[in-house]
């Protein structure tokens, strides 16, 4: 239908979208490339990046791979460089790379803090600072955060991760506040648990994953196509009057 092209599609928009080389990122990476927009795929891990590029070409949709560690000095700043000199700047920012240090409360060292905090919570604020510019000229831009449950529920042993993640709730408001009047909207994606990197700790355990299951509504946890709805509409033209609002997607866990 028309009307439902009008509203989703992404045909002629370019989407960048970090920590694209597995789990969450890199299926927003494939949701954004169905809905027909051109892809940067960014993370650290070249080979990884490849594979899902391919997996998105193979589907028809158009991706290419950017390696990079965004934690490392200057990072962001190169980032932009090089989209510029690309003609990559994006009308799609999706801040999905991340990092959690589990270590109890009273162990975590300085250095890990300051890690979690700056890839978790720094990172996202100035990649989408050096982004907004262009998208401000051209009147709209999209800017998608990944938060968590520990944006508003405390776990054991991810303190730096939780107080990144609560943090990015706030973050997303400030954004939506300081960009939006220019046609910017900046709106997060807080997940449940879904099976990624992040969280292979508890996939480990067949009896945490069972209890957190049980805690839902709907009565399991995440699967990754589950995100594939909402980046879609966030990204798109669908979703033009909402802005400064973190959506859980959780299957009722925060709701109970």
């Known amino acids: 239908m028309r009307f439902l092209t009008d509203l989703f599609s992404l045909a002629g928009r370019h989407a960048l979208v970090t920590g694209a080389s597995s789990g969450l990122g890199a299926e927003c990476a494939f949701a954004l490339a169905?809905?027909?927009?051109?892809?940067?795929?960014?993370?650290?891990?070249?080979?990884?990046?490849?594979?899902?590029?391919?997996?998105?070409?193979?589907?028809?949709g158009s991706a290419e791979a950017l390696t990079g560690d965004l934690g490392a000095s200057g990072a962001v700043a190169r980032l932009h460089e090089t989209l510029v000199a690309r003609?990559?700047?994006?009308?799609i920012l999706v801040n999905?790379?991340?990092?959690?240090?589990?270590?109890?409360?009273?162990?975590?060292?300085?250095?890990?803090?300051?890690?979690?905090?700056?890839?978790?919570?720094t990172v996202p604020?100035?990649?989408?600072?050096?982004?907004?510019?262009?998208?401000?000229r051209r009147g709209s831009g999209r800017i998608v955060n990944i938060g968590s449950l520990q944006s508003v529920r405390?776990?054991?042993?991810?303190?730096?991760?939780?107080?990144?993640?609560?943090?990015?709730?706030?973050?997303?408001?400030a954004m939506a506040e300081a960009w939006s009047a220019a046609g910017i909207t900046c709106n997060a994606i807080a997940p449940g648990l879904?099976?990624?990197?992040?969280?292979?700790?508890?996939?480990?355990?067949?009896?945490?994953?069972?209890?957190?299951?049980?805690?839902?509504c709907v009565g399991r946890n995440g699967e990754l196509a589950d995100i594939h709805g909402i980046i879609v509409y966030l990204a798109s033209r669908a979703s033009g009057f909402m802005t400064g609002q973190t959506l859980f997607l959780d299957g009722g866990f925060t709701a109970r």
């Open 154 to 173: 405390a776990f054991a042993d991810s303190a730096a991760y939780g107080a990144a993640k609560g943090g990015i709730v706030q973050l997303t408001r």
């Open 87 to 91: 003609d990559l700047e994006p009308d």
């Open 34 to 60: 169905g809905a027909g927009a051109h892809v940067t795929l960014l993370a650290r891990r070249a080979d990884r990046l490849d594979e899902v590029a391919r997996r998105i070409t193979a589907a028809g």
């Open 194 to 216: 879904f099976p990624t990197e992040l969280t292979q700790a508890v996939f480990a355990d067949p009896a945490s994953v069972g209890a957190m299951a049980a805690r839902t």
């Open 125 to 136: 604020f100035f990649l989408a600072q050096a982004v907004a510019p262009e998208m401000a």
């Open 96 to 121: 999905a790379a991340g990092i959690n240090l589990r270590a109890p409360a009273s162990e975590v060292t300085r250095a890990d803090w300051d890690r979690s905090i700056g890839l978790n919570l």
